[in-house]
């Protein structure tokens, strides 16, 4: 049983200053590309009984110290401790192709990695928001795209990953118009922010991306059910 307090003892709690005490500590300070192969594990609920692998982009060091795996996910570069979703998917852990090994918590060699480099590149703190680091793309990923109004669809490649000091990451989409040579590498001038000219980018594993070029029909009507009613109720 609680021990009553005092009028004059009372306690004034700021929820939301709290709540962003906790988002800050958990937004992410470096990032370090995935070169091993290694993957994240989920879960869907209609198939409980089946276990399906995604190749790791990389790997986040948040200001807590925690070390997540990171994946293109939905509308976001993703840890994977976020996907907790029965439709879409619940996350179970990482595992090792190669030796087929699953484990709960990012191998020790990446967390003294980004430990190390959070280290030695220690940015100041500041209210302005500024570019910290570029992870290449290693995957194929490519990003669908919608503009406002009925504008059509656009299917770019990724080209590489922006992290800034407010712990956002942004994928790096081209300007066909403004490309000059190829291949297009991080830096480019011709490359942007996706977030900063599209209402909505939704990310895709290549096989995926080739399957949407190729208008399979299958994936076409997946996409429809997935992407419209989100996209519409930004409307």
């Not at 004034?12 to 906790?22: A, G, S, Y």
């Not at 300070?29 to 089946?50: F, K, N, Q």
């Not at 090792?96 to 959070?118: N, Q, S």
């Amino acid at each position: 049983m609680g021990i009553p307090l005092s009028p004059g003892s009372a306690q004034v709690i700021d929820l939301e200053t709290m709540r962003q005490r906790q988002q800050a500590r958990r937004r992410l300070i470096r990032l370090a590309p995935e070169l091993d192969g290694l993957e994240m594990v989920y879960r869907l609920d209609s198939c409980p009984d089946t276990l399906y692998g995604m190749p790791l982009l990389g790997w986040g060091l948040r200001e807590d110290g925690e070390v997540v795996g990171l994946v293109p996910w939905m509308e976001s570069l993703t840890p994977c401790q976020r996907l907790d979703d029965a439709e879409h998917g619940c996350f179970v852990g990482y595992r090792d192709p190669e030796t087929e090994e699953l484990f709960d918590e990012a191998p020790e060699h990446k967390v003294f990695e980004l430990e190390h480099a959070a280290a030695y590149f220690d940015y100041e703190d500041t209210d302005r928001v500024t570019l910290i680091q570029q992870l290449p793309e290693t995957q194929g990923t490519h990003a669908l795209c919608m503009d406002e109004g009925d504008a059509p669809w656009q299917l770019k490649q990724v080209f590489g990953w922006r992290l800034y000091s407010d712990g956002s990451v942004e994928a790096l989409l081209a300007d066909e118009r403004l490309v000059e040579s190829t291949p297009i590498l991080p830096g480019d001038p011709c490359l942007y922010p996706g977030h900063s000219r599209h209402r909505v980018v939704y990310f895709f594993q290549r096989q995926i991306a080739n399957r949407i070029r190729r208008e399979d029909p299958a994936t076409l009507e997946a996409l429809a059910l997935m992407v419209m009613p989100e996209a519409s109720s930004r409307r």
